[in-house]
Each structure stands twice: as structure tokens, then as C-alpha cells.
């Protein structure tokens, strides 16, 4: 019913001469097309879990942000310029600490006073 009224349409569409050929089988297609759409999703779903943990691992190591930026100047005007990280040292053969390494350039020499801080 549903297949001669799709070929009587085809002309309708400019499909004129033409034989609607309509091939089944005993798979349930939208079984099969849910299937697929699960294997891309699972996949999507790995690459996510990977992404965040690989971002949370790297935050770890992002020290310097606007704020430290701000209070560097207020606290150390005399700072031209810095750079901040954490390196990792081998203590021992099968030891690792992680440093928080800090270099900076300043304009001036500091105040006497001011190197403690």
C-alpha cells in the first residue's frame, strides 16, 4: 500500500520513468541505527572523560592568572617581568618533588626592607 503510493508519487518529484525499488530485511534498522549512534557516543563519551582528566592535570601547573598579576604589582612594582611554574626535581633515583620556580626581571634593585618580603 505504502509502496504503490511512494511510486505513484514519483512523478510528482520529476522522477519520471524510473522503478522504486524497496529492499528489506529481517534486521530492525532502527535497532541497527540506535546501535551506531551508542558506539559514537560511547566513543565521544571517552574522549570527554579524557579531555577533562588531561585539563585537571594541566590547571595543576597553571600558576600565574590575572590576580597574582594584579597583587604583583601592588606588592613588587619594582618586578618588570616574571614567569612562575612548577618544576619537578628528582630527588632520589625513584623520588619526585614538585617546586614552585620563580624568576623574575626587576627595574630597580629592591629596598632593603623590602627583600624578606
Known amino acids: 500500500m505504502e509502496i504503490e503510493q511512494l511510486q505513484n508519487s ?10 522504486l525499488i524497496i529492499k528489506q530485511d529481517s534486521v530492525d534498522l532502527r535497532s541497527a541505527i540506535l546501535s551506531e549512534i551508542d558506539k559514537h557516543t560511547v566513543c565521544f563519551n571517552e574522549k570527554d572523560l579524557t579531555i577533562r582528566s588531561l585539563n585537571q592535570r594541566l590547571s595543576r601547573y597553571e600558576l600565574a592568572n590575572v590576580q597574582l598579576r594584579l597583587d604583583m604589582a601592588i ?28 624568576v623574575y626581571q626587576a627595574k630597580d634593585d629592591f629596598p632593603e626592607e623590602e627583600e624578606q618580603k
Open 10 to 19: 514519483l512523478a510528482s518529484y520529476g522522477v519520471e520513468n524510473t522503478e
Open 75 to 102: 606588592l613588587f612594582p619594582q618586578i618588570a617581568h616574571y614567569s612562575i611554574g612548577v618544576q619537578q626535581y628528582y630527588n632520589t633515583r625513584d623520588s619526585l618533588v614538585n617546586y614552585i620556580a620563580f
